[in-house]
């Protein structure tokens, strides 16, 4: 008997598992929209999806690798949102555009900031370990989507003598990294300060100040004196 209708049904279970994943990650990213990282319980997420709790760990082996699921889907659309800059501008305007979509997409999502500044928390050989090879490629993968497009417009700019970079891919990540942490002030909303008699004082942040501090500090780093 032939073999031949073996491949046919396991193209259909893969593709089920696939579209199972994606409904996991998608109830995930808006419960984390919703409530936040903390708020997210797999009991909840399972219900959203129409599953058994249990089910969920047949697609993923651990929360942490959920929330690497989530973050990986959060990368591939900022991707998308940073590749939309026109690569005809010159490096200064295609980097303050690249910047100012980066930290609108970290304002309109602020549950991926909580997403990455979670997992940057531990050692990348600890998280390594927690996750399967397979989604630990495919958060380098979502990763590099956005970084290397960076690392392109650092070393275009340098080639003109327009940034003083001498190490495009370095610089990309640091900026990123940056730029996330700072970010986090705008989710806040709130910073502290001295008031009278020493006592602590809190002050609203605008959001919208955040935003243009980092865009500010990203051209500055790289030796741009003044916003294009």
Not at 100 to 119: I, K, N, Q, V, W
Request: aromatic share 6%; proline share 6%; hydrophobic share 40%.
């Amino acid at each position: 008997m032939s073999a031949t209708p073996a491949k046919p049904l396991a193209s259909r279970r893969a593709s089920v598992r696939r579209e199972r994943e994606r409904e996991i990650v998608a109830a995930t990213r808006k419960l984390f929209d919703e409530r936040g990282l903390k708020d997210a319980p797999i009991e909840e997420i399972a219900r959203a999806v129409g599953i058994n709790k249990a089910l969920i760990y047949r697609h993923v082996s651990s929360k942490d690798e959920l929330f690497v699921l989530a973050l990986t889907s959060y990368l591939t659309d900022l991707a998308i949102e940073l590749a939309g800059v026109p690569s005809t501008l010159d490096p200064v305007a295609q980097l303050t555009q690249v910047w100012r979509r980066y930290t609108a997409y970290c304002l309109e999502h602020p549950a991926f900031l909580d997403c990455g500044l979670s997992l940057m928390r531990q050692p990348a050989d600890q998280l390594r370990e927690e996750i399967s090879e397979a989604v630990w490629i495919r958060l380098g993968q979502s990763m590099a989507s956005c970084l290397s497009p960076l690392a392109r417009i650092l070393a275009r700019g340098a080639q003109q003598g327009l940034f003083n970079v001498t190490d495009p891919d370095f610089t990309a990540n640091h900026l990123y990294t940056q730029t996330l942490g700072t970010m986090h002030l705008a989710r806040i909303g709130v910073g502290v300060r001295e008031g009278t008699n020493g006592v602590p004082e809190p002050f609203a942040v605008d959001p919208r100040r955040v935003q243009e501090a980092c865009i500010a500090d990203v051209l500055a780093s790289v030796g741009v004196r003044s916003p294009a």
